[in-house]
């Protein structure tokens, strides 16, 4: 999952809708970090762009579990 912590101008063109200066199609949500809960974090793409990361299990687990853990997260979800 591409995420971007602070602005949505940090993610990627082809990611953000037009009503924040991109390309995408897809609703952009933001959620507080400590509502991934303890199964998935954020993890930045490189410590030389912090800007840009994905969440990601805490732990190895079948991807039904990681979605899973994800969906957990739907209340803490905001459309941005």
Do not use: C
Not at 30 to 50: C, F, K, M, W
């Amino acid at each position: 999952m591409s995420v971007a912590p602070d602005t949505p101008s940090n993610l990627p063109r082809h990611r953000r809708p037009p009503e924040h200066g991109g390309t995408g199609k897809d609703p952009l949500w933001s959620i507080q970090e400590r509502n991934l809960g303890v199964h998935l974090r954020y993890v930045a793409d490189t410590v030389l762009v912090p800007t840009h990361g994905v969440i990601e299990p805490t732990i190895p687990m079948p991807f039904a579990a990681y979605q899973q853990a994800l969906a957990e997260t739907a209340p803490y979800w905001a459309r941005q």
